[in-house]
């Protein structure tokens, strides 16, 4: 049965299966289970009270790790007619302080999490703290057993519609302020619904959770994909476990942006004693090899191997298959989810895939990706100046720069704000380059700067193998793969000079966003000096120049 709304859904689920497990809770003895029937009556029991104390639209933040009680708490917001804020575990204090800010947010349900001693500190008078299980806090609070049993007897009384707001997604903010997101119930049900026959044949799939849901990638592909198919949710208990839980779950669809896949990739190669060890057994039983890794990684029964929130690399796409996965490229942002996806039978490598169903792409100019499609935002929260730049026309502006072929795939060039010129004028599109450069075996993280030098000066993170080896052995592999690339690539975005980093660009360190994806003023700040000083005199000297970074 199809339901309208996310609300209508979950209790279709709570009253024809009961008794099905909707999420498992992983620790090391076991898993904390949670049944449909029990969990969403307490869902509606918090809802109840949610509406009994502030009535219907106040915004309410949500800061946790992933868990069951994650999903819990944004289900009762939702079930209340009000809206739920997500905030990253990692956002920095002075973000998380905007965001309540801005929202004036009502509520804090607060879980366990890594930024709680800088968040509190900015934690509006007049919010009210929730704490979930196991969660213990100085702080004057209310607990969510406390939520419970003070809760009206009565179902809340909110009736849902699809184009009420649920939530305010804020975006990662890689220039300028976090934009709240506004998703509504159809925003998060369609999409999902219009993919799910792509992703998995399952009538109730297995979810495997790990990312954070603060994004709304995992949010979309396991909360509101599991509400919208009563399917099963396995939560991770952290990264370390990964091996452990996999297994124990066998989902029926994976998702990872490319650096979980480098990071899987390298545990897989070391399992085998390395790469040479690896190739060998690859020609010996490829066959075998294949069922070795699904069976280490839990990939047994995977219907969907999904790449997204980055470019991924050719050279680790083909990697993959190798041993047996096929990676479908994918595309999505906060404002628009589940309009392009790869077919796994059907797949081009570089490529998103095709439009789904009924949704329309266009080139616009810049050669800027346009969509018009059912289930996208209708705009950003109180920033009506944005919502302007966003829908245009009645199409709404990706920021994407694509090329479409004969056949209608789509293929992502960069982000219009990402090309630069270089001082001949002409444009350089880095992240194809920076593609091509992550071939290169030392290199972990890469992002490409010239707007303005004499030449493009690739900056990299070099691995940790890479870090034990002598770096005239590092500059060399890197000097290999400047020249193939330069061979491949127009005059004026040759790469003059390579940057080596021994710091890997995190969170913490404010180089990537929350959602992983790099922030590349950051790097210009850090980095810009010596790289303009590099192309210079490597222009002046006609020459490569290699440089290590303090």
Not at 27 to 54: C, K, P, Q, S
Not at 139 to 147: F, N, R, V
Not at 160 to 167: A, E, K, L, R
Request: proline share 5%.
């Amino acid at each position: 049965m199809e339901c309208s709304t996310l609300t209508e859904q979950a209790r279709h689920w709570a009253s024809t299966q009961p008794e099905k497990i909707w999420m498992r809770d992983l620790h090391e003895t076991g898993a904390d289970e949670y049944r449909w029937g029990e969990t969403v009556a307490e869902i509606d029991r918090a809802a109840a009270w949610l509406e009994a104390e502030f009535g219907e639209g106040q915004r309410m933040a949500l800061l946790s790790r992933n868990r069951a009680h994650w999903i819990m708490a944004d289900m009762a917001v939702i079930h209340s007619g009000n809206v739920t804020v997500p905030l990253f575990t990692t956002h920095a204090t002075a973000t998380a302080e905007y965001i309540l800010e801005f929202t004036e947010a009502k509520v804090l349900f607060l879980g366990q999490t890594e930024n709680w001693e800088g968040v509190k500190t900015v934690l509006p008078a007049d919010c009210l703290l929730v704490t979930l299980p196991g969660v213990e806090c100085e702080l004057p609070h209310k607990t969510w057993a406390e939520l419970i049993s003070a809760a009206p007897a009565d179902a809340p009384d909110y009736q849902p519609h699809g184009d009420d707001i649920v939530s305010l997604v804020f975006t990662s903010g890689t220039t300028g302020l976090p934009k709240g997101v506004i998703q509504t119930h159809a925003t998060n049900l369609v999409p999902m619904r219009r993919c799910q026959e792509l992703f998995t044949q399952q009538d109730q799939p297995r979810f495997f959770s790990y990312l954070p849901l603060s994004h709304i990638a995992e949010r979309q592909v396991v909360e509101f994909s599991s509400v919208n198919s009563g399917g099963e949710i396995f939560f991770n208990e952290s990264l370390e476990t990964l091996a452990r839980d996999l297994p124990q779950c066998k989902p029926h669809i994976f998702f990872g942006p490319p650096r979980v896949w480098e990071q899987l990739r390298q545990s897989v190669t070391a399992k085998f004693g390395g790469a040479d060890a690896l190739k060998a057994a690859l020609e010996a039983d490829q066959a075998g090899v294949q069922a070795l890794v699904a069976g280490a990684l839990g990939f047994e029964e995977v219907d969907y191997f999904l790449t997204a929130a980055a470019p991924t690399p050719p050279a680790l796409i083909h990697w993959w298959e190798s041993v047996g996965v096929n990676l479908c490229e994918g595309f999505g942002q906060t404002e628009a989810m589940g309009l392009i996806a790869t077919d796994p039978a059907d797949r081009r490598v570089g490529s998103i895939g095709r439009p789904v169903g009924e949704v329309e792409v266009k080139i616009g100019d810049n050669d800027e990706m346009l969509i018009k499609a059912e289930g996208c935002t209708p705009g950003y929260y109180n920033r009506p100046e944005k919502t302007a730049e966003l829908w245009q026309d009645g199409w709404l502006h990706t920021g994407d720069k694509i090329e479409i072929d004969d056949d209608g795939f789509i293929f992502i060039t960069g982000r219009v704000k990402d090309y630069f010129k270089t001082i001949q004028g002409k444009f350089v599109a880095p992240p194809p380059i920076e593609g091509l450069f992550a071939e290169n075996a030392h290199s972990e993280q890469q992002c490409l700067l010239g707007r303005g030098y004499s030449k493009t000066v690739m900056v990299t993170v070099v691995n940790e193998p890479a870090r034990a080896l002598p770096r005239e052995e590092v500059e060399a592999a890197a000097m290999a793969t400047v020249e193939s690339i330069n061979g491949q690539i127009e005059k004026h975005a040759r790469i003059g000079a390579v940057i080596f980093s021994e710091t890997p660009w995190t969170i913490e360190n404010e180089i990537l966003t929350p959602t992983m994806k790099i922030r590349r003023e950051q790097i210009e700040k850090q980095f810009g000096d010596d790289a303009e000083r590099l192309a210079r005199e490597g222009a002046e000297a006609g020459s490569i120049l290699m440089h290590w970074a303090g």
